[in-house]
């Protein structure tokens, strides 16, 4: 029996390829499936099975993709109510790939029709060697459960039979193979380790070591972290069938005259990927501001229409296929191309631009001393926020910017600062869109503010926060 571990960055994604001497399994695979191709021509592995322990939410799966290439199939639980042709299972269910057997449990929580796949590999022993539980249990942590309107407490509950009554009646030399690690919003607050044994995390595991059920409860329905839009919408998708990438339209690279007209149909939106340091200087009026570098996937997939065509502004046609993948990633299929030439080519073409003034730290503190006119919109999260602000500023997290913009006066001058500048450039790109006439982005954040003597250090920018780019801050 051999695993082959899959990490995809930017989604903090864990999947893995399950072999034996021929053939394999994948393990909840993302969309892109050319890594699970390549390592199984590697091991020299037909690829027969597919496992799903439940319908994501916060990436679109693989399956479809496996099943076009190879012909593998698709296994699910059955009460995920599959539009595609499957292998439903359910408690108790198992088969064979070799020498392994893999039986299921039905471990809901997370999700309603959630299971893990434990298996025992015959050619070394009779008890279980490992558990794939997606996002049941976590290094460190737990699913939440509060992804499902109405059913928090539901949920909570059901999680807490599945770990105490199923995976940790497991041994506890037991492999845990989670689906996700360190960056995902899929719980709380997952340690960055990518496996674990079922005796480490009966440990030391805060949610195995609560007091009785209640407490579990409790501490997954107070306080969770926001969960992105996308969430909502990825399950489905995953439970229709993704469509195939084959079948959609390549990415066109369009010149400034007809990029511009297209900016001007309210069926599409413009997409500025680059640094926001080079959107301030200039970019398209209306666009919103993500930087491919920020924890692109989680935020496109949380601020942008699902609905609206996709036009991208960017230095490369290289970074525009980039951020392709990621929109994949995250279901946002609808993309019609990239300006071709970039913003030179734009400002070349005599087209109007817009301009996000950037302050620096000592002009905030200087501002903060001489007690200005101006409103300080701190786009972190709550809890970032807790851990230490600026005294003028008011807490409007960057995803309740969409809505909350009209709490704000859009006459008056607004700053907007968050961890490093790139979730302050979004929320200023969208108060931009929504007629703000004097806004501003505050270059380097609160850590540029704090490592310049101003202000408080900010613990959550040190997390090792996974981005589709080198950064590891959170963004």
């Known amino acids: 029996m051999i695993i082959r571990q899959i990490f995809t960055d930017g989604i903090a994604h864990s ?60 296994v699910v639980p059955s009460s995920a109510d599959p539009s595609f042709d499957a292998m ?113 995390e009966r440990l030391y595991n805060y949610a195995l070591n609560t ?6 409860i409790h501490s997954l329905t107070e306080d969770m972290p926001a969960a992105p839009d996308h969430f909502s919408r990825c399950s489905e998708v995953n439970r229709r069938g993704p469509e195939l990438l084959g079948k959609l339209p390549p990415l066109r690279a369009f010149p400034p005259a007809g990029f511009s007209k297209l900016a001007e149909d309210p069926e599409n939106i413009v997409l500025d990927i680059r640094c926001y340091e080079a959107f301030g200087g200039r970019h398209i009026p209306g666009s919103y ?8 996937a989680t935020f496109t997939g949380w601020l942008l229409p699902p609905d609206r065509n996709i036009l991208l502004v960017t230095d490369s046609p290289e970074n525009a296929s980039e951020a392709a993948v990621w929109l994949h990633r995250v279901g946002l299929d609808r ?10 080519a734009w400002a070349m073409a005599g087209l109007p631009t817009e301009h996000l003034c950037q302050v620096s730290s000592p002009e905030l503190d200087n501002m903060v001393r001489d007690d200005e006119e101006f409103v300080l919109v701190d786009v972190r999260s709550p809890s970032e926020f807790s851990s230490g602000h600026i005294d003028k500023a008011v807490n409007i997290p960057v995803d309740e910017i969409r809505h909350s913009y009209k709490e704000l006066d859009p006459e008056a001058k607004t700053l907007v600062i968050c961890g490093s500048g790139q979730r302050s450039s979004m929320a200023a790109s969208i108060l931009q869109q929504n007629n703000f006439s004097d806004v501003h982005n505050v270059s380097g954040g609160m850590t540029g503010y704090s490592a310049a003597g101003f202000g408080p250090d900010c613990p959550l920018c040190a997390l090792p926060w996974i981005s589709s780019g080198k950064e590891k801050k959170v963004e």
Do not use: Q
Not at 211 to 216: A, C, E, F, K, T
Not at 289 to 296: A, E, G, H, Q
């Open 289 to 296: 501001s993500i930087d491919l570098k920020s924890n692109f």
């Open 335 to 344: 993309i019609l191309g990239f300006l071709e030439g970039g913003m030179h």
């Open 15 to 74: 999947s893995y390829l399950l072999g034996g001497n021929n053939t394999c399994a994948v393990i909840d695979p993302d969309r892109d499936i050319d890594a699970y191709m390549d390592v199984a021509s590697e091991m020299g592995w037909m690829i027969t099975h597919v496992l799903e322990t439940h319908l994501h939410a916060d990436f679109i799966s693989g399956h479809m993709e496996l099943l076009e290439r190879t012909g593998a199939t698709i």
């Open 88 to 200: 439903e299972v359910s408690e108790g269910d198992s088969f064979e790939i070799e020498d392994m057997i893999i039986e299921v449990l039905e471990t809901p929580g997370h999700t309603p029709e959630h299971v893990s796949y434990v298996v025992t590999d015959r050619s070394r022993g009779e008890l279980p060697v490992c558990v794939f539980c997606g996002d049941s249990l976590f290094v460190g942590d737990v699913g939440r459960p509060d992804l499902f309107p109405g059913r928090a407490e539901e949920l909570a509950s059901k999680l807490y039979d599945s770990l105490h009554d199923k995976l940790l009646k497991l041994p506890d030399f037991c492999e845990v193979y989670p689906a996700h690690g360190a960056g995902s919003l899929c719980g709380r607050s997952l340690a960055a380790k990518r496996s674990t044994t079922i005796g480490y």
């Open 211 to 216: 007091d009785g059920r209640d407490d579990l």
